[in-house]
DNA sequence: CTTCGCGGCGAAAACGTTTACGGCAAGTTC
DNA sequence: GAACTTGCCGTAAACGTTTTCGCCGCGAAG
């Protein structure tokens, strides 16, 4: 059915050996035969197989990703630049939706582990020990997570948040409360971090609240809580929660940014078309996603000596949600 | 490194074959050794060499999926959905994305071709002469593209159409504009043909404008034309235009829905987030995806006779965009 | 007692590559 | 002119499976 290197090589009138040669170490063959054999490739249509060259080289020219959830635009935008680089250097990519359970994260980074090169493990929800377990199965990145001796993708979302509280304090704010996401997401104990170290640096009031549901919901929930706290700035977790943020104290009659500011954080492409438009830190996803790949292409022909963990700058997006307090 | 089907064999004091029949066809093997062998494998952790069964086998167990782009919930809805199915019937997915280019598109599932048993094509820019050719590189299922001879799960964008013209008639409204999105773009096309039928149906005046980027700006470049034409409704392509003309009636102090009405198209999560609520039609990608993959896998194992084509339907979702018209 | 059938299993070929090894001619060195 | 190198290429082994073929032993049928 398929034409195979045996094709090529009748048709270039030389063995398999050369054909294979002419095309992945064109030096070692006379420039004369070598054009004859990518005429006969290029004539044919030929593609060599790849599952039978991984067979032999033991490279499989793919890489994996397992994300927690391709809903959520964040992972997608990590996703495109992964797959964007990756084809880049002539890689594949396998894609896998662990829907946030750390149990399926495991088992499909080892279903992956024969079929890949490696794979980026992206915000996974394992303990330590157990990601350093997957990581014996295959090659492994990480992204938005830190763990000693796996090199890693980051985002400095900790100096982020540190931007948002200064921001904040500029204004004139100084009782702020932080609506916490889930409380063993690494995310939100970098956000959380960030944030900690701002409050203590300017010395203002810290209303800690949740953890909440990282959504629209949750925001809801939230919003009251954080005004009978008597804050006049609100620091969600992330967009989605800030949103719902937006709406509860909307229908409460309570203004935007007149009465409370509030902030979001990972930039997503609505917070910016509400309005007001959202003030949020922008996450670089793309980024970190091709440094992701990047790190992954490197550790593959390196002594594995050390684990490198590269760091993407974030970036506050002032727009509307954010003002002066009343009085 | 790895445990091979060898190392099972000598631990359960079989041959290889042995082995290999207890895994995949276990009748044919003495229930005794049956376990035996199976107790070998656990106890070793073996998991097969998919790249050496493919190889001999010819099936790969791995399925692909090229979408337009990766930034699009749209796609990402349908991505979810197709990896959910596919680890389901323990197949693996590759991803790429084309970036809207028709010439990548088809480069990337050749490229994908001797790596996956078949892949299925999001919404493709591509001729339908290209499309029948690369069907011959791999099977091929559609999605949101109708093409005789080859299989395609479809979503039923000209009945949303339609819903979404009776709904305005039924509010009163006699003069609406639509604002196209890419005009050789097929949901654009059938978007329009349900609009053209409804409009015909109706007999109401039609303002036919554009095409516009079917982008934010687009919308917002579009609104301005559309009150121009005198209309009292407004039907964007698509979530993101209609939230661009929402920006820009709300600049000019057009108020929606009180002067004029507006939906969208697709029912992105941020259509309910805006307020007013965005009135739109939802498309059931999380079933397509599904079924998209139901039909590859079926016609996979089937004789190629017929290529079904399975339309899920559309859902016209009222919000608050859409009213009366003042007078 | 032969013959046949059959369940269970092993030996080996095959899938499409890459690569170690060796051969052969031509050139280089004494 | 013998002995080495060197460049180019073919032969064959190997990668980890599946699967065809055939062998062996055993019970049933004649």
Redesign the interface.
Known sequence: M?VTIRDVARRAHVSVATVSRALTSPELVRPETRSRVLAAATELGY?P????R??ITGK?G?IGIVVP???N?FF??V??AV??RA?QADY??????SDEDPVTEAK?V??????VDGVVLCAPGLEDAQIHEVAGATSLVLLNRRLPGVPAALMDSAGGMHAVVDHLVALGHHRIAYLNGPRTSWSNQERRRGLMKAVAKHGVDLADLGPFAPR?EGGLQAADLAVAAGTTAIVAYNDIMA?GVL?RL?DRGISVPGDVSVTGFDDL??AS???PALTTVAMPVAQAGRTAVNLLLDWLDSDHSEAPQIVAETQLIVRGTTAPPRE
């Open positions: 398929a593609q197989n790849r599952a039978a991984g067979l499989t793919n959830d391709l809903d635009p997608t935008g996703l495109k797959q964007a084809v594949a990519v396998f894609v896998a939706d499909l080892h279903a992956m582990a024969k079929q629209y949103l709406a909307r492409t609505y078309l509400c309005s």
